[in-house]
């Protein structure tokens, strides 16, 4: 194992604990104060690849000005965590800017939209900015081109099948994907995916407020994406959850009785298990998850591993078996061309797989 893999282990693991136990913030400054500039570097960037700069940064600094906490401390790594968080800050307050002029722009389109992912990382935010619409597409081009002057990037194959479209913005640092009328790694879900909107809900994010999914879409939107398409956690996905399951404003009929119909509560279920897990590993608290959940869920939270910049779930034999039970859900079902989708997808992994490893990119593939 190199150097650079034990680190980000390591690292992956510093940002765990920040997240999920505040008191631990002094231990972990200490960690901190005996990196080099370098491997600080490399810390930093992967809380952005996690979405948690602003709360680890946040939680550090809070350390380091503390009377314990400042013992020892160096003038220089203060100001590098106070430079890291007054950069991460203006570049979340200039996309917020951006988000909510987009969003409203839609609206008046008649293109009812929600931001799905983003927003749920608050104080942080993404490094894309995920809407969803009911709306038309092309009208949707209208708008990111006509009003705010964006360039279409071209869409992958999986974008293609998605239904997405990715807008890259002057002035916004990130890009805007659009998923229009589809969701899902293939863009499966029509009925499950208009919910989004239909039971949308509203937030105050910086003095703007946004359109949002309802708390169980949010869960829905997580899971597709970690558990069905990436096939890795990030710590935001996992504290982000937690979250909602402590605030108790989670339906869990309406979702398992959403979910079932698409075939994917085995996922929803082992999803919201995992983050039991670690929130239990890491912070020592034990979340209330009803029976229903936990006798759902196929697999538990040590079966991720740390590796390659993430916490990766297992393909084979956990991922493959809750793609099995989606797509038989679908064909059992009768959603024949929600199943036709699904098939393509093995295809279409195997081939960014193939891309990948001749080319160093899955670009233009997934």
């Not at 591993?305 to 064909?331: D, M, N």
Request: positive net charge.
């Amino acid at each position: 194992m190199t150097r650079s893999t034990t680190h980000e282990k390591e690292h992956i693991q510093l940002l765990l604990r920040i997240a999920f136990n505040r008191a631990a913030s002094e231990e972990c400054l200490a960690v901190v104060r005996q990196m080099g500039n370098s491997e600080r570097e490399g810390f930093l960037r992967l809380a952005g690849s996690h979405h948690v700069v602003i709360r680890s940064i946040k939680a550090l600094h809070s350390a380091s000005t503390s009377p314990s906490g400042a013992n020892g401390q160096s003038e220089e790594l203060r100001e590098w965590l106070e430079s890291s968080l007054a950069n991460e800050e203006l570049r979340v307050m200039n996309a917020l800017h951006f988000l909510s002029q987009i969003c409203a722009e839609l609206e008046i389109a008649e293109c009812p939209t929600v931001v799905i992912k983003s927003l749920d990382h608050w104080p942080d935010i993404g490094n894309d900015l995920d809407l969803y619409t009911t709306g038309d597409e092309e009208r949707v081009k209208q708008v990111m081109t006509g009003k705010f002057r964006a360039r279409q990037e071209r869409p992958s194959w999986g974008d293609r099948l998605a239904h997405k479209l990715n807008f890259a913005v002057p002035g916004l640092r990130e890009l805007v994907e659009v998923h229009v009328g589809r969701l899902g790694q293939t863009g499966e879900y029509r009925e499950m995916a208009r919910r989004f909107v239909s039971r949308r809900a509203s937030v105050a994010r910086a003095g703007r407020v946004f359109f949002v999914p309802a708390p169980e879409e949010r869960v829905i939107a997580a899971t597709l994406q970690r558990m069905y398409r990436h096939f890795y956690a990030r710590v935001c996905d996992l504290v982000n959850t937690a979250q909602l399951i402590k605030s108790g404003i989670l339906n869990y009929d309406e979702l398992r009785a959403t979910t079932a119909a698409a075939g994917i509560w085995p996922g929803v279920a082992t999803f919201l298990c995992i983050v039991s897990d670690y929130a239990f590993r890491y912070g020592g608290e034990v979340l209330n998850l009803p029976s229903r959940v936990i006798d759902a869920a196929r697999f538990a939270g040590s079966a991720l591993e740390p590796r390659r910049s993430f916490l990766r779930v297992p393909i084979w034999p956990q991922g493959a078996e809750l793609y099995a039970s989606q797509l038989g859900k679908c064909v059992f079902g009768g959603e024949a061309a929600a199943a036709f989708r699904l098939s393509l997808l093995p295809g279409l992994a195997s081939a960014a797989v193939i891309a990948e490893r001749v080319t160093g990119s899955d670009k233009g593939i997934w």
